[in-house]
C-alpha cells in the first residue's frame, strides 16, 4: 500500500522563510536552511521550497538559497517560484532540487508545462495551483456520487495577487494533460486560518485526475491532516505555520495517521 506523505513548506522572501494568512500578513518564521535540517531529521517525507514573490516580483528564484537547503536535506525536495523556462527548471534541478513547482508562467504559457516534461519528465513537473472558491453558494454532496456540486474555485498567480479566468478543476485536467507530474493545491480561503483544508476543492480535483496531489492550506489540528487524506482524497498533505512555529510536529502528524489506519512510512 503507498504511504501517505507529510511535507512540510517553506515560503521564502528575501532569504527568509515567512509566513502570512490568506497570503497577507506576513511574518519571520526562521532560516530556510536550518528548517530543512530540522525537517529532514523530523522524519519529513518530502520537503517544499518556495519563492513566494519571484513571480510578483519578475525576478528568478534564488539559487544560493536552493543550494543551501538541499544540502541540508536527504529527502526529495520541490523548489519554485519564478520558473519561467526550461532553462530556469534546470537550474533548480542542477541546484540540488529533485521537482520543480510551476505556477503563474504555467497559466500564462500551458506549453511550458509539455516543455519542462519532455526536457526532465512529468515526474519532475509539479503544478502548484492558488486557488479561491468563486461562488458564494454553499456546496452540497450529491448522495450517489458524491461529487461537489453548486461552486467553482478560480484560479489565481503571482503569489495569490492576480485572479484568472480559469477553473480550477478544468486547469488541474489541462496541466496534467500536458505533462504535469503532480499537483500541488493550496486554498486561498482555508491558508492560514486553521480551520481545515478545503476538501471540497481537493476531492473534486481529485476526482478529475490521475496524478498525485497535495492538499495545501488551512490546517491547524491533527484531524485535519486525516480529513484531507480521507474526505480530501489527497495523496499527501502540506503545512508551514503549524510546523514553523511548534504547534506541531512532523512525527506528531505521522503517529496520529498511523494509528488512524493511515499507512505513512516511519519516522526513524
Not at 113 to 131: P, R, T, Y
Not at 133 to 146: F, G, L, N, V
Request: glycine share 8%; aromatic share 6%; hydrophobic share 40%.
Amino acid at each position: 500500500m503507498l504511504t501517505r506523505r507529510v511535507i512540510p513548506c517553506l515560503d521564502v522572501d528575501a532569504g527568509r522563510v515567512v509566513k502570512g494568512v490568506s497570503f497577507i500578513d506576513i511574518r519571520d518564521a526562521g532560516d530556510p536552511a536550518a528548517l530543512a535540517a530540522f525537517y529532514n531529521a523530523e522524519g519529513a517525507d518530502e520537503l517544499v521550497f518556495l519563492d513566494i514573490t519571484a513571480s510578483s516580483d519578475a525576478r528568478n528564484t534564488m539559487v544560493e538559497v536552493v543550494e543551501k537547503v538541499s544540502s541540508e536535506v536527504f529527502i526529495p525536495l520541490t523548489v519554485g517560484g519564478g520558473i519561467r523556462s526550461v532553462d530556469n527548471m534546470r537550474k533548480m534541478l542542477e541546484a540540488g532540487a529533485d521537482k520543480v513547482s510551476i505556477n503563474s508562467a504555467a497559466v500564462i504559457n500551458p506549453q511550458l508545462i509539455e516543455d519542462c516534461a519532455k526536457e526532465f519528465g512529468s515526474q519532475c513537473v509539479v503544478l502548484a495551483m492558488d486557488v479561491k472558491r468563486s461562488s458564494d453558494e454553499i456546496a452540497k454532496r450529491d448522495d450517489t456520487t458524491e461529487a461537489v456540486t453548486g461552486i467553482s474555485w478560480q484560479v489565481y498567480t503571482h503569489g495569490g495577487r492576480q485572479p484568472t479566468p480559469l477553473d480550477a478543476v478544468q486547469w488541474a485536467r489541462t496541466a496534467t494533460e500536458c505533462g504535469a507530474g503532480e499537483l500541488l493545491v493550496t486554498s486561498m480561503d482555508a491558508d492560514g486560518q486553521k480551520t481545515g483544508y478545503d476538501n471540497d476543492v481537493l476531492s473534486s480535483i481529485s476526482d478529475s485526475v490521475t496524478v498525485p496531489v497535495i492538499a495545501s492550506g488551512g490546517a491547524g489540528a491533527l484531524e485535519h491532516f486525516y480529513d484531507a487524506l480521507i474526505y480530501g482524497k489527497s495523496d499527501a498533505v502540506l503545512a508551514a505555520s503549524l510546523f514553523h512555529f511548534g504547534e506541531l510536529r512532523v512525527s506528531e502528524v505521522k503517529s496520529y495517521l498511523e494509528n488512524r489506519g493511515i499507512p505513512v512510512r516511519k519516522v526513524g
